[in-house]
């Protein structure tokens, strides 16, 4: 029993009668969930929906092709790491510039996301780190970085920035730092699409056709 619903376990099946939209998606995610090792915690049953209903997102027809073709050993970038949570895993396609991350634990709830606007990606000292949270909290224009911050480096800490259509600019602060990089990554991503959707990689490749 992996899902927590305001400190109460859930089995599968209840979990699943909490969505108002089911479909064969929404089941096979919430039951990947279910079955997982990963113990996965939510406030409420509103964040619980949420979190499902944002990663179905990543399994609609116009959005099903892009899982396969990003999230590849090939356009692997790095992963973070927070105490006591699995790691979170990003990817930028080099040829579409298309950016995403595959978030196996959170309190938010897991995701897999592909990004709207592609991330830029900055590893930040803790000071440098905490100054510009404080400074780029909210949105404005874009953080000023060194260049070698943009060079990824084991125990930095994560920040992500991007313009929005709008020609806003928004920051995202990681709670973890980048982890030592580590070998069979094929077999992680593998893990992580397994967890958060409830497909593999060679699901998720078939996909692309």
Known sequence: MTILIDKVTVTGDSAIGLISELDDFVRQIVIAWHQSDINHYFKNQRGFNKAVHRNRKSLEANARGKIGALFTSSNYLFSTQAENRE???????????????????????????????????????????????????????????????????SGKHHLEFW???????????????????????????????????????????????
């Open 87 to 153: 790691e979170s895993l990003y990817f930028k396609d080099s040829a579409t510039g298309q950016t995403g991350r595959l978030r196996q634990q959170h309190s938010k709830g897991p995701l897999a996301k592909i990004d709207k606007e592609p991330r830029t990606h900055l590893f930040l000292s803790r000071d440098r780190f905490c100054a510009g949270k404080r400074r780029y909290k909210c949105k404005g224009g874009p953080p000023r970085f060194r260049a070698s911050e943009k060079h990824k480096k």
């Open 163 to 209: 313009c929005d259509g709008r020609g806003v600019f928004h920051c995202h602060f990681s709670g973890g730092t980048v982890r030592p990089s580590e070998p069979h990554i094929k077999r992680r991503i593998d893990r992580a699409l397994e967890e958060i959707l409830g497909i593999g990689q060679k699901s998720a490749s078939a996909r692309k056709s």
